[in-house]
């Protein structure tokens, strides 16, 4: 069963930048597509970011797209998502995702 770690959550102002990672075991990393959502207070869970095994294929919501950039690095098996010019609107937990199975999150704040 795959394990996922996320960190790198805080408290940040609003046009503010963030690095989240995504720790990964249990499973081939390097052949497994990888994806972030994340879900706001009393929203549902939504989908963010993918990117494919190779990290050749990324793509983005709407609400992310060029202001938010996914990496991985097969050989940490790890997987990342650079947040740039956030929002309060981006307030969330964010969860790193493989297949079925997901991290505990980790939290964003945008506020001043």
């Known amino acids: 069963q795959a394990q996922l770690v996320e960190s790198g959550g805080g408290l940040v102002q609003p046009g503010g930048s963030l690095r989240l990672s995504c720790a990964a075991s249990?499973?081939?990393?390097?052949?497994?597509?990888m994806r972030w959502f994340r879900q706001a207070p009393g929203k549902e869970r939504e989908w963010v970011a993918r990117i494919t095994s190779n990290g050749r294929i990324t793509d983005y919501a709407d609400s992310v797209k060029g202001r938010f950039t996914i990496s991985r690095d097969n050989a940490k098996n790890s997987v990342y998502l650079q947040m740039a010019s956030l929002k309060p609107e981006d307030t969330a937990v964010y969860y790193c995702?493989?297949?079925?199975?997901w991290g505990k999150g980790t939290l964003v704040t945008v506020s001043s």
């Open positions: 249990g499973f081939t990393f390097s052949s497994r597509s």
């Open positions: 995702n493989v297949g079925f199975d």
